[in-house]
């Protein structure tokens, strides 16, 4: 069973930033599409952002471009979300998930392994 573990959440004044982190036991992330997904309290979770097998390719919510930067290091078997400029409206809980595909889009379906999420609160 593929155990996704997310770490790096916690709480930040608006303004700030915080890398999260998501590492697999028992399992390589290296031939995975892997996405971060987020939930907000009362609200439905929506797609953060996603990164190719390989790293060339990256996709992210409109909204978050030029704020949030996915990346990946195979090496360490780790996928990054380094968000900054975070805002109150960033504040949920944040997942990752890995896809058995090489490349993933934003549909949650596509994802076979989800982790248990990490919170980010951002303040005022």
């Known amino acids: 069973q593929v155990q996704l573990v997310e770490s790096g959440g916690g709480l930040v004044q608006a303004g700030g930033s915080l890398r999260l982190s998501c590492t697999a036991s028992?399992?390589?992330?290296?031939?995975?599409?892997v996405g971060w997904f987020r939930q907000a309290p009362g609200k439905e979770r929506e797609f953060v952002a996603q990164i190719t097998w390989d790293g060339r390719g990256t996709t992210y919510l409109d909204s978050l471009k030029g704020r949030f930067t996915i990346s990946r290091d195979n090496a360490k078997n780790t996928v990054f979300l380094q968000m900054n400029s975070l805002k109150p409206k960033d504040t949920g809980v944040y997942y990752c998930?890995?896809?058995?595909?090489?490349?993933?889009?934003?549909?949650?379906?596509?994802?076979?392994?989800w982790g248990q999420g990490t919170q980010v609160t951002v303040s005022s």
């Open positions: 998930a890995a896809s058995l595909q090489q490349i993933a889009t934003m549909l949650e379906d596509e994802y076979n392994y």
């Open positions: 028992r399992h390589t992330l290296r031939t995975n599409a």
